[in-house]
């Protein structure tokens, strides 16, 4: 062992040149897994360590349409500090400019933890009365500041102040608008809780002992169960900013999986070059008499250092992701990362990396270790073998290890345990077209023309290199594709985020006696308009199968149907925008027990079909339901859709409002929220073009994600590409050796290599077009959620330009071999 270092401590020194680009391999491989795992590390250990504030408490109680009884805010009195915050969307308005705002109203016990704070020049610690504080943004949309009056719903507030801190802001999830605040006494001013007004009353409660929040949920929530609420945890606070980020996770997951993948065929082709070179050296060796044994941990010693060197780099610049996004982009993110260094994705990261090195250098190690001494004299006799059994028993328990390691640590075990079947499957699949490939260019009948007959024997010949480059290859253009299609999809949202056929307003809290106002009010601003309204009010699923909601522990997959409270409705006749595709619909003129009609993807998810009955709590009453239709809905349309449909009657004579859509031109956005501000002032006008921005706000962050973390998987992928160059260079030398001395030219040597590298990229498009479009379509439609919609032309002119770099890298490799001298090349070969 002593005698290994030292040989192969002075041969790095001498020729360690040729493993760089295993060091730059595993270098992007490494960072990117690691970076990807820091980075949401560090925001899941944020909102874990913020939860208790976020939320507001230890425990939030939540009920739609109703505030909590006397019996029940008694019952939360007894086990802790409580606080109470009513929620609801309305219109500010500032004498002629309106806009939707997130309206909270705190009591004087919040905020039970953390501090609220406003900005210097306020005119008070907090609002008292008929006073509100509110968002910047909203000062400077409407150009108000401290000490004007703002209108909401039927009271003049005074500003006192800008919002400058909400400990539980984050917590809220989504709004529309941004937020403002007023007290209990400046909520009933305004008077916009009416019956059937859509509202949502959340009672935080800080408990003496924190550790037995479960235990009370459970029990409150049996103790009022029917009465619509629902409760979550400090731990369980940001829920949909934690499944957002839990979504995002899961691509670029894959995309860490990708790079570490590509990055294997580049360190077999970099190791597989750089051991063809030491070719003379292992046979004098072991004319020498060192064992194969001997030689082999050389070279493994050399290999480990060069990718400790790799995986370490790596592991820095992956660690450092955290800090290095919280400094570019620390504004746009939703939460701060928590800026510490996360040993579990760090520790992972490199063990993956480790054990691909050795997975894909295993196979050149074992051909170098068979060298034989007779190569000393001349090295064509070596010839090519599959790994021995014990070689491939080997690989094979690494890539179980490899395949463990990925799925135990994965978030989504499923995802990555179908994404490393897929890679082996497209590996495996790219191996054999390279093997038919040498076994067709040599049944093929022989060209006339010198260049091409050169180019199809050089895919065949012995020691050519077609499936070691049909691998890297295919797997560098499949990426390109793969990225081309998810890159112009997330481009196609952004564009159509807004249908032409949307309609411009979303009107709530609107009551049935307003229907007539609300109409006239729109005519007066656009005569041509359109109102579309519905009846609704807010209900929530608490029982299917004999199961009820509150006692599943974890909800099924894509059951976002129960996650709280719905706006449901009623209608004799199916609602526009939707299908029938189970099932039929009740007459219009029926008035007998319940029917309920689901949509089809949420059906599907909790297991339901037409003849079931579920049980949806409305207003504190549960009302149990029979399935009669599945509908599937156009939601792209952003018209005015519900995935719970009641049969008219028993369901009418609850307390309820009104939704209405409003169609009308464009250029008529403004008379129209006047007009109604001016009519209704509490009727709540929903812009659809702010909800749209918002969500291309969203649509442009996950793009440049994606963009940023493809980044490194595509500088993986052009490594991938020289080191497939460069494995073959050897032979390329003493081909371009042989010819020159045969009479050709410089010019006739890259001919042929050209229309080699054209035959592959040729053969290889057409396969890399099917199998990247099909992992872009994965993401875009089952990761994502979103329209798989690729630009085609986008998609060809990227893998028309990787076909061109792979042609520019081949002959560029090929450029020593025409310098080289011919009694060196010779005499080496």
């Known amino acids: 062992m002593s005698l290994a270092w030292r040989l192969a401590l002075r041969d790095l020194r001498r020729g360690g040149r040729g493993l760089v680009l295993l060091a730059v391999c595993l270098f992007l491989g490494t960072a990117a897994l690691a970076g990807i795992g820091s980075l949401a590390a560090s925001m899941i250990a944020a909102l874990d360590g913020n939860g208790r504030q976020m939320l507001g408490g230890d425990i939030e109680f939540s009920v739609s349409q109703r505030r909590a009884t006397v019996e029940e805010l008694a019952a939360f009195g007894r086990i802790g500090r409580v606080s109470e915050v009513v929620g609801l969307r309305a219109m500010a308005d500032a004498g002629g400019a309106a806009a939707l705002v997130d309206l909270r109203s705190a009591d004087a016990a919040w905020p039970l933890v953390g501090r609220f704070r406003l900005a210097p020049g306020a005119l008070a610690a907090r609002p008292h009365g008929r006073e509100v504080a509110i968002a910047p943004a909203l000062a400077d949309r409407l150009n108000v500041r401290p000490g004007d009056t703002l209108r909401i719903g039927s009271a003049p507030l005074r500003v006192i102040g800008l919002i400058a801190d909400e400990p539980d802001r984050l917590g809220a999830g989504f709004t529309l608008g941004p937020p403002a605040l007023v007290d209990p006494v400046g909520l009933d001013a305004t008077a916009l809780l009416q019956p059937g007004s859509l509202y949502e009353s959340h009672y935080r409660i800080a408990l003496t002992h924190p550790e037995a929040a479960a235990a009370v949920r459970d029990r409150l929530l049996r103790r009022f169960q029917g009465a619509g609420w629902s409760a979550k945890l400090s731990d369980q606070s940001a829920g949909g900013l934690r499944r957002g980020i839990d979504q995002l996770g899961q691509f670029l997951l894959i995309v860490g999986l990708a790079a570490l993948a590509i990055a294997g065929v580049g360190v077999g082709s970099g190791v597989a070059a750089y051991l063809a070179g030491k070719t003379q050296i292992i046979a004098t060796l072991k004319v020498l008499g060192l064992r194969s044994q001997t030689i082999a941990t050389i070279f493994l010693i050399q290999l480990g250092l060069v990718a400790a060197i790799g995986v370490g780099g790596g592991l820095v610049a992956g660690a450092a992701v955290p800090w290095i996004v919280t400094a570019i982009a620390g504004t746009a993110l939703p939460v701060l990362p928590r800026l510490t260094l996360y040993p579990l994705p760090l520790t992972t990261a490199a063990i993956l990396a480790l054990l691909v090195a050795l997975l894909f250098a295993l196979p050149a190690l074992a051909r170098a270790r068979a060298v034989p001494a007779a190569s000393l004299l001349r090295d064509a006799l070596v010839t090519r073998r599959l790994p021995s059994v014990r070689i491939t028993a080997i690989m094979a328990l690494l890539v179980a290890a490899l395949v463990a390691l990925a799925v135990l640590t994965a978030s989504d075990r499923l995802l990555a345990l179908g994404f490393i079947g897929a890679v082996l499957a497209v590996i495996m699949l790219l191996w054999a077209i390279g093997a038919a490939i040498r076994v067709v260019a040599a049944r093929l009948p022989r060209p006339r023309r010198p260049l091409l007959r050169l180019a199809v024997a050089n895919l065949h010949r012995p020691g050519a290199q077609t499936d070691r480059l049909v691998v890297a290859l295919g797997l560098g253009l499949s990426l ?191 008379a129209i929220a006047r007009r109604v501000a001016a009519a209704l002032p509490s009727v709540t006008m929903i ?76 053969v290889l498009a057409s396969v890399a077009l099917f199998l990247g479009s099909a992992a872009g379509w994965y993401v875009v439609t089952q990761t994502f959620g979103m329209v798989w919609a690729p630009r085609w032309d986008t998609v060809a002119a990227t893998l028309a330009g990787a076909l061109a770099m792979i042609l520019a890298t081949g002959l560029v490799g090929s450029l020593p071999a025409l310098r080289a001298r011919p009694s060196a090349a010779l005499r080496d070969g």
Not at 747 to 757: K, N, P, S, T
């Open 687 to 762: 812009r659809v073009g702010d909800v749209i921005a918002q969500l291309g706000t969203a649509l442009a962050q996950i793009a440049l994600a994606v963009r940023v973390a493809a980044a490194v998987t595509v500088a993986a992928g052009i490594a991938v590409l020289i080191g497939a160059i460069a494995a073959s260079g050897r032979s390329r030398r003493y081909d371009s050796v042989i010819l020159k001395l045969l009479g050709g030219s410089r010019r006739q040597v890259l001919g042929a290599q050209a229309i080699e590298y054209a035959i592959l990229s040729l």
């Open 480 to 670: 390109f594709v793969a990225l081309a299609v998810i890159d112009s999809s997330l481009a196609f949202e952004l564009r159509n985020a807004a249908p032409a056929k949307a309609p411009r307003f979303f009107a709530i809290d609107l009551q049935p006696e307003d229907a007539t106002t609300l109409a006239r009010a729109v005519k007066s601003a656009a005569p041509d308009a359109r109102i579309e309204a519905v009846p609704s009010l807010r209900g929530s699923i608490v029982a299917f199968h004999g199961m009820r909601v509150v006692d599943m522990k974890t909800l099924p997959e894509g059951a976002w149907v129960l996650r709280g409270d719905r706006t449901i409705t009623w209608s004799a006749t199916l609602p526009p925008r939707n299908t029938v595709v189970a099932g039929r619909w009740w007459p219009a003129d029926y008035h007998g027990a319940p029917l309920v009609s689901i949509e089809d993807r949420a059906a599907t998810a909790l297991g339901l079909k037409v003849g079931d009955t579920i049980t949806i709590s409305i207003l504190g009453v549960d009302v149990p339901a029979r399935i009669a239709a599945l509908r599937k809905i156009d939601w792209g349309g952003l018209g005015l859709n519900f995935a719970i449909v009641f049969s008219p009657g028993y369901i009418e004579e609850a307390p309820h409002g009104l939704l209405a859509s409003v169609y009308a031109p464009p250029a008529c956005d403004g």
